[in-house]
Each structure stands twice: as C-alpha cells, then as structure tokens.
C-alpha cells in the first residue's frame, strides 16, 4: 500500500479507501490508484483482510454430488448470489468410503476459512435429527423437512406429487402409475408418499411402484413394462429423464403418448436439451432455492436470525405442453 500510495501521489489511507470499494474517494483519484494498483501489480491481501474483519466473506457447500440437474442449477444459483454479495464459494463433496452425516460434513468445513455452510441434503443421513451446528458457524439445510437447530428450504417434494396426481384425476384418469426415484433420495421418498396419500385420499386404486434412478434408461424400461398394462393410462414420473425414457419405451411397445399414455414430470430439466419438447411437467425453481439459501446463510453470518424447526418453500410450477390427454 506504501508502493501504491508512493506512485499514485496519495497517502496509504487513500489506498486503503479504494481497496475497500469506499465511496469516500473522488473520481479522479480513484482512477490514479487503480492505475497504480495495476502497474504494480498490487492485489488485496485474502488472509489480512479476514483477520481485519473477523470474516473470510466465503461460504461454503456442501453436495452429495454437483452433476445432477437440480444441484449444478442450486450451486449456479449460490454462486451467482455470492459474486453479487463480493462473497466467494467453498464446494465440498460427500465422500463415498466415509462417514456421510451432517457431524461429519460440518468438521470438515470448519477446517477451510468458511463464514458460514449451505448443505444439500438430497440423501437420508444418520444425524439429521438432533444435530446441533457449531454455535460460531451458522449452517443452512436445502432438504425436504423442517430441522430442530437449523433453517431449511426446498421445493414442495410432496406437495408437487399430490398436484401432479389432482391434475390427472382432473383429466378423467382412474388412477395413476409412478415411477420414482432412488429408494436413497429424500425427495424420491416425499414424492412417492405425496403420490400414493394423494391416491388414497381420492379412494382411487394404488398400483405397484417403479424404482427408477433418475436416469432415462430406468424410465424406458418402465415404460415398456407398463405399455403391457391395460389399466395403465397415466404415468408420474419423478423425474423428467426418467419420464422421457418412460414415453420412448410406451412408443417402442407400440403405445401413443398422450393418445394411449398420459406422462408427466418433474424439474423441467430436459427444455434446453430435448428439441420440440412435448413433456408436460412440474418445474421446480432450483435457482430461487439456491438464492434463498444463500439469503438466509448470509443474513446470519451478519448477525441476523432466522426462524429453525420451520422450512421455507420454494412453490412448484405446472408447466402444460402435449403429453397429457383429456379421458374424461
């Protein structure tokens, strides 16, 4: 700062205003120390800054992997708050051969100069239940329910099943088959819940469930398999590849979607992927969760409160394109 004041003709505390984004700094004097920062090569020093602060404007996340749909959208979206916050992001993973808890996670975390960490809970864990987050590192869950010691948002996992179900039945369907997600994933095991209770409540008829693993080729056999089903009229899939496997598969064994076979999804996922995309579907808003997470991180690492044992929902949105039929 010396070496910058020196060149630029102004004193270190002037330096200092501008290294800092102050308002207090004249135009014209502002553009002689950024040329002088540049011609010496002068970059604000990370580690001094955080100590000066007490805060590394950093926060970290946690995944249980980052190439799935949803969890590349959420991670986007927490990164893109963050830059506009001046905060950076730490990503870490839950490693397989280890120890996979909320315990586990955190003390790893800690380790890295992280104000704060938003976790995506997307699998069941041993210590959701009682976990308690260190008392100097505010922590954020992305998971289907409310926690006893730490906030929470997501999606309505269940309660986009049980619309997905009321607009099929709305469509003259007697009932309606599903194909869901890994028996590991919470959000398979809402949706599947929000599915069958939503039937049942109907007083309509439970058919078998197909497991499926997000992937399409999961949905195509599925597919195939229930286009021998002559009760079969509409399918709920958890998820938009494994819905468009499922249309592929009716097709190959003869089935018309939506003549025959009513499909729908979940995510919205395949839009920019797929062309003509003729799936009707539930989109879920992974980047208004990712921005809220980071919100409500952010908001504590400043000293704010924000309300635990309660989830913020992220509402779902049906999207109507042509894989659906009117029977009634």
């Known amino acids: 700062m010396q070496d910058v004041a020196k060149e630029a003709g102004v004193s270190p505390q002037t330096v200092s205003r501008v290294a800092n984004g102050s308002d207090a700094v004249k135009s014209e004097t502002r553009q002689k ?3 002088a920062m540049q011609k010496l090569g002068y970059r604000p020093n990370y580690a001094a800054r955080a100590l000066k602060r007490g805060r590394f404007q950093d926060i970290g996340v946690v995944m249980f992997n980052t190439a799935s749909f949803g969890n590349s959208r959420i991670l986007d979206s927490v990164i893109s708050s963050a830059a506009e916050d001046d905060y950076s992001v730490t990503i870490q993973t839950m490693r397989h051969g280890t120890e996979r808890t909320l315990a586990s996670a955190i003390e790893r975390m800690q380790r890295q100069p992280v104000d704060g960490v938003i976790v995506v809970l997307e699998e069941r864990i041993s210590d959701f239940v009682g976990y308690k ?5 505010p922590v954020v869950l992305i998971c289907e329910g409310p926690a006893d010691h730490c906030p929470t948002v997501d999606a309505d996992q269940y309660g986009c099943s049980t ?14 088959y599903h194909i869901a997600g890994p028996a590991t994933s919470r959000a398979a095991e809402s949706r599947a819940r929000g599915w069958r209770e939503a039937l049942e409540q109907m007083g309509a008829p439970v058919p078998s469930m197909y497991i499926g693993d997000w992937c399409a080729d999961s949905g195509y056999q599925a597919g195939v398999a229930l286009a021998h089903d002559p009760n079969c009229t509409a399918i709920y899939a958890a998820n938009d590849q494994m819905a468009y496997g499922a249309i592929l598969g009716l097709q190959s064994a003869g089935k018309r979607v939506p003549e025959d076979v009513s499909v729908v999804g979940v995510d919205d996922s395949l839009v920019d ?3 003509r995309l003729n799936l009707t579907t539930m989109r879920m808003r992974f980047r208004d969760i990712g921005a809220t997470a980071f919100s409500m991180v952010r908001r504590q690492c400043e000293g704010d409160r924000v309300p635990v044992g309660v989830k913020t929902v992220i509402p779902t949105e049906l999207v109507e394109r042509g894989s659906v039929r009117d029977i009634s």
């Open 133 to 137: 987050p260190p008392k100097e590192l």
């Open 33 to 35: 120390v950024e040329a």
């Open 273 to 275: 992927m797929v062309p």
């Open 163 to 176: 619309a997905i179900v009321d607009y099929l039945m709305s469509k003259g369907h007697k009932t309606v």
